[in-house]
């Protein structure tokens, strides 16, 4: 996701919701955050999510 800072950062999808029959919208929480600016998350389309590898993979 990106933060509000304006850089890349780690979230996790905590729900999902569906806002139309066609449209589902996730809610996601943020993993790290910047000294002196807060991120308590957001809302993303979920057809805008993209999969990033992790260290594992």
Do not use: N
Request: proline share 11%.
């Amino acid at each position: 996701m990106r933060s509000p800072w304006g850089k890349w950062a780690v979230a996790e999808i905590e729900k999902f919701y569906q806002t139309t029959p066609d449209q589902v919208v996730a809610h996601f929480a943020p993993k790290e955050e910047r000294e002196g600016w807060p991120w308590m998350g957001g809302c993303i389309r979920s057809e805008l999510l993209k999969k990033v590898p992790t260290p594992q993979e």
